[in-house]
C-alpha cells in the first residue's frame, strides 16, 4: 500500500509531492496520504510552496481539494487563511515572511476544519521553515504538497524522499514515458568525491545544466557536477547524447520513494505494457485514490 510504503522508515525525515504539470493530483495523493500517517505517527507537520488549498485553481479555475486539518496537525499556512478557517487553531510560530495574503505561520489543530494551504515563496524561505519544523521535536513526518513543474523545492532540505505525481494520457503518452526515462536515469547519478575525481576534469555547474549552457562546456570536461538532481533541465535525448561523452555527479541526493500515475483515457495494462518495452522498472503506483 502507498501510504504504509511512505511511512515505512520516514519518521523524521521530509517527503515533497511534486510533479510533471499542473492538476496532475498532488494535492489529492496528500489527502489521501495523510489519514494513513496519522494512523502511523503521533503528528504530521504539512505544508505547500505556493498555493495549494483553494476552491478552485488560480491559473484555470478548475476546481481544486481542500485540505481538512484534524486535531493534532501542525501545517504552514498564512495568518489570514487561518482566521478564515472554519477549524480551530493554537499559533505555534510566526515567520518573518509577509505574503499578499497574509503573514506565513505555523499552527496546531485544536479542532479539526478545512484550511487553505498557502505557503513559501522561494527556496530561502521553505529552508527556513523546514529546518524550524525539523526542531520541533513533536513533527515526526513532514510533507510538502509542491507547485507546478516544481521540483527545485526538494533541495531545499536534505536527507528527504519525494513521491513524483503524473497526469497521463493518450495525447501526451510518450512524452510521460520519456519523464519516466529520465527521472529513473538522473535520480541514480553518483555523489562526487573529491578524493576520487580530479576537479580538472569536472566542469562545476552553478544552477541548472540547460542545453543553452551544455554548449558552452569545453570538450576538455570529461564530467558535470551538479548540486543535485533537480537541477538537470535536459530532455531524455539530450542526456543519452551527452552521457555518452561526459559523467554526471551530484553534491547532494534524494531518494524517489515512487512515481504515482494517475491514468487518463489509458488502460493500464497497456501502459504496463510501453513501460516493459522502454525497460522501465521503476516503482510506480497507479490511480491510488481509486483503489
Same mark, same amino acid.
Given at each position: ?12 525525515? !521530509? ?6 504539470? %499542473? ?23 504539512? +505544508? @505547500? ?7 478552485? /485553481? ?14 493534532? /496537525?501542525?501545517?504552514? @499556512? ?19 515572511? #509577509? !505574503?499578499?495574503? *497574509? @503573514? ?14 498557502? *505557503? ?19 513533527? %515526526? ?29 493518450? *495525447? ?9 526515462? !529520465?527521472?529513473?536515469?538522473? %535520480? ?13 576534469? =569536472?566542469?562545476? =555547474? /552553478? *544552477?541548472?545544466?540547460?542545453?543553452? #549552457? ?16 533537480? %537541477?538537470?533541465?535536459? @530532455? ?16 547532494? #541526493?534524494?531518494?524517489?520513494? =515512487? ?5 487518463? /483515457? +489509458? ?8 513501460? #516493459? ?15
Amino acid at each position: 500500500m502507498l501510504g504504509n510504503n511512505i511511512c515505512k522508515n520516514l519518521i523524521n525525515k !521530509t517527503v515533497f509531492i511534486t510533479g510533471s504539470k %499542473k492538476n496532475a493530483g498532488k494535492t489529492t495523493l496528500m489527502n489521501y496520504l495523510l489519514p494513513i500517517i496519522r494512523a502511523n505517527v503521533n503528528s504530521v507537520a504539512y +505544508l @505547500t510552496i505556493g498555493i495549494d488549498g483553494e476552491h478552485k /485553481d488560480m491559473l484555470f479555475g478548475t476546481p481544486k481539494p481542500s485540505v481538512k486539518a484534524v486535531k493534532g /496537525d501542525f501545517i504552514v @499556512t498564512t495568518d489570514q487563511a487561518v482566521f478564515s478557517s472554519d477549524g480551530v487553531f493554537e499559533f505555534i510560530e510566526v515567520f518573518p515572511f #509577509k !505574503t499578499k495574503l *497574509g @503573514t506565513i505561520v505555523l499552527v496546531r489543530a485544536v479542532r479539526e476544519g478545512e484550511l487553505e494551504l498557502i *505557503g513559501a515563496e522561494n527556496n530561502t524561505q521553505l529552508s527556513f521553515i523546514l529546518n524550524f519544523l525539523k526542531n520541533e521535536n513533536k513533527i %515526526k513526518i513532514i510533507l510538502i504538497d509542491g507547485a507546478v513543474n516544481r521540483m527545485t523545492q526538494i533541495s531545499s532540505v536534505s536527507n528527504s524522499e519525494f513521491v513524483y505525481v503524473m497526469k497521463v494520457s493518450a *495525447g501526451d503518452l510518450m512524452k510521460s514515458v520519456n519523464n519516466i526515462k !529520465t527521472l529513473s536515469l538522473i %535520480k541514480n547519478f553518483p555523489l562526487y568525491n573529491a578524493d576520487i575525481h580530479s576537479e580538472d576534469e =569536472c566542469f562545476v =555547474c /552553478d *544552477g541548472a545544466l540547460t542545453a543553452i #549552457k551544455l554548449n558552452k562546456i569545453s570538450d576538455k570536461f570529461s564530467s558535470i557536477l551538479l548540486n543535485d538532481f533537480t %537541477k538537470n533541465f535536459l @530532455t531524455w535525448n539530450e542526456l543519452n547524447e551527452l552521457l555518452k561523452k561526459k559523467k554526471i555527479y551530484y553534491k547532494e #541526493k534524494f531518494n524517489l520513494n =515512487c512515481i504515482v500515475v494517475n491514468l487518463y /483515457d +489509458l488502460d493500464q495494462n497497456e501502459f504496463n505494457e510501453i513501460l #516493459k518495452k522502454n525497460n522501465i522498472k521503476e516503482k510506480i503506483v497507479f490511480n491510488p485514490y481509486k483503489s
